[in-house]
């Protein structure tokens, strides 16, 4: 299986599958004197891991991040860090209808294809488990970020079709979906019950902005700064759709409506999304992600066995009823483990 790392100055691995032992990362890259310590993750870790709301899965994991190498005496090396976070509450006893059966909208059709043998409990390798080692990688990337000051910050701007209708980001953290409009956070949990009450699942649109990048940051071609973010977000399982800026709509303006003119104090709009070919242009970076809704549901669908037998299959386990809370800290992640890579790129390169 290929395809585990990303970054090119920052470079991330990982590994881990989410009923084995661990799931964790290896970053490449990351400069020497950089001060790191566990309680660095306590913050990120925890807004990531399943937090006993109604629909979250109810696995109950501490996601106590240990750090096994680059990191000594408090400060990194510029050695590869490794970091490690154990599965402790794994229970792989309702998966074993998978070993035959296939999930309708989850991995294990296309994984099936791909490699004919695969550690299908909770998911494995396309469990959200994975996101954990992200999350950590990203608080990395924080830190080396530090010196620009630019802000990351993500939302929950629609779920279930609810939509927030004011952006106040103060509200983000005292929403348990992570909704920075009060009314429709209130909103969304409850479609969020009427979900779990007939068994099925809700998903969402998360936005992210980053604030404070300075201009400079990308590369014109391949590693276009959106390039690279959109794949970072791409990447993480669930996200079907990723919007720069004015997005889509983009294709429906004239170009005396899309372009944003300038001023001498900067843009007078940001439909770009704050970035122009390629490279950060000093404008806020804004992104928009489009997050499926959960595949596996406890309704009963269609399916085929390993033979391509039609079988019917309705889901028992643990399972998340809406990945769009959960999602917010991962995606933060992805974009700061990004900005990382093409800041350190830009330092060695000019
Ligand atoms: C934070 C997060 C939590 C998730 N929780 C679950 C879950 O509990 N059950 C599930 O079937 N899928 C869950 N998913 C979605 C699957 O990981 C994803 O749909 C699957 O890997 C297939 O990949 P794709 O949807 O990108 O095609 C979650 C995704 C994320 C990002």
Do not use: W
Not at 31 to 46: K, N, T
Not at 70 to 92: C, H, K, M, W, Y
């Amino acid at each position: 299986m290929a395809g585990n790392s990303f970054g090119k100055v920052f470079k991330i691995t990982t590994f881990g599958e989410s009923h084995g032992d661990g799931v964790g990362v290896v970053i490449d890259g990351c400069p020497p004197r950089i001060s790191l310590s566990l309680e660095d993750f306590v913050r990120d870790m925890s807004r990531r891991r399943p937090g006993g709301r109604s629909f979250d899965t109810p696995r109950r994991e501490e996601d106590g991040v240990q750090i096994l190498s680059g990191v000594f005496e408090g400060l990194t090396t510029g050695t590869p860090i490794t970091l490690f976070i154990q599965n402790r509450d794994a229970d792989s006893r309702p998966y074993e209808i998978l070993r035959r059966l296939f999930r309708p909208g989850h991995a294990d059709y296309s994984y099936y294809k791909r490699y004919g043998h695969f550690d299908f409990r909770g998911g494995g390798r396309a469990s959200a488990r994975e996101t954990a080692a992200r999350v950590a990688a990203g608080v990395v990337a924080g830190k080396i970020l530090e010196p620009l000051e630019a802000k990351v910050v993500a939302y929950t701007l629609e779920l279930g079709g609810i939509k927030a209708a004011s952006i106040n980001l103060d509200l983000i953290d005292n929403s348990p979906v992570y909704c920075p409009d009060a009314i429709a956070s209130e909103q969304m949990e409850e479609a969020i019950l009427k979900a779990v009450k007939e068994n099925d699942s809700l998903g969402g649109i998360v936005e992210l902005r980053v604030t404070g990048c300075p201009a400079g940051l990308g590369e014109p071609v391949f590693d276009k700064l959106e390039a690279d973010l959109a794949k970072a977000v791409m990447s993480v399982g669930a996200v079907k759709g990723v919007e720069i800026g004015a997005g889509f709509e983009a294709a429906r303006l004239r170009g005396s409506q899309n372009n944003d003119p300038i001023t001498p104090d900067g843009f007078a709009s940001n439909r770009a999304g704050g970035i122009l070919g390629g490279i950060s242009n000093g404008d806020e970076i804004v992104m928009r992600a489009a997050v499926k809704p959960i595949p596996s549901i406890g309704i009963e669908q269609d399916t085929v066995d390993r033979e391509g037998r039609p079988a019917r299959l309705k889901l028992t386990g643990r399972h998340d009823v809406v990945a769009v809370p959960r999602i917010v800290p991962v995606l933060e992640a992805m974009i700061r483990i990004v900005l990382a890579d093409h800041y350190l790129r830009l330092k060695a390169m000019g």
